[in-house]
């Protein structure tokens, strides 16, 4: 695949570009902006993107919340599993992963094997600000879902920090720039990006 001009400063010449040599997987807490970010990295680097949640529902026909309702997490999960290494042996491309797909040992250990995983990491606060008014996320749909988020995060920032790479999201900054930023955190991956001169 062939890279596109980025905006990322080098040297203060021309735009640095890549070529894709290995997917770049994004795992981090639901809100953490793994799916717009992941579009955007994408449309940047020229790669295509894959979200495994939207797979999951496109083979299943049904929504994540409805799979979880009607077959449970452990299903769910297990689904998940397949999916993320069915994709991962497709052509290199931005996989958006759901929240709780880097929690299992077997899905960090293929990403690990077979790609490079990029934790979007966003504090509480901005996860709560981004889903307290969405009714998409089964695993919120609680008595408490700021005191079950908070749980949550608490139990898989620890995995979360496992990944090869981890970004710092910044409420301040648009998805473009958050793309950015994810992409220069990679810039000195030769395995991941390569650079292309000229």
């Known amino acids: 695949m062939s890279g596109i001009e980025q905006t990322i400063a080098d040297d203060g010449g021309a735009p640095a570009r890549f ?20 579009r955007a990295v994408a449309a940047k680097l020229g790669a295509p993107f894959l979200d495994s949640d939207a797979e999951i529902e496109a ?9 979880f309702t009607r077959d449970g997490e452990a299903f769910f999960r297990k689904r998940e599993s397949e999916v993320i290494a069915r994709l991962l042996d497709t052509a290199r491309c931005i996989l958006s992963t759901g929240g709780g797909a880097f929690l299992a040992q077997g ?16 504090e ?3 996860l709560w600000n981004r889903v307290r ?18 749980a949550l995060y608490e139990a898989r920032v620890p995995l979360y920090s496992q990944a090869d790479i981890a970004v710092t999201c910044d409420p301040a900054l648009s998805i473009d720039a958050m793309a950015l930023r994810v992409i220069e955190a990679l810039a000195d991956r030769p395995d991941v990006l390569e650079r292309i001169d000229g």
């Open 19 to 38: 070529i894709l040599k290995k997917t770049i997987v994004l795992v981090g807490m639901m809100g953490a902006g793994k799916t717009a970010v992941g």
């Open 59 to 67: 083979a299943a026909n049904l929504s994540v919340p409805e799979i």
């Open 107 to 122: 899905n960090r250990e293929v990403i690990s094997k077979r790609g490079v995983s990029v934790w979007l990491n966003a």
């Open 124 to 126: 509480l606060d901005l």
């Open 133 to 150: 008014h969405k009714d998409t996320r089964p695993l919120l749909r609680t008595r408490d879902p700021k005191a079950t988020l908070r």
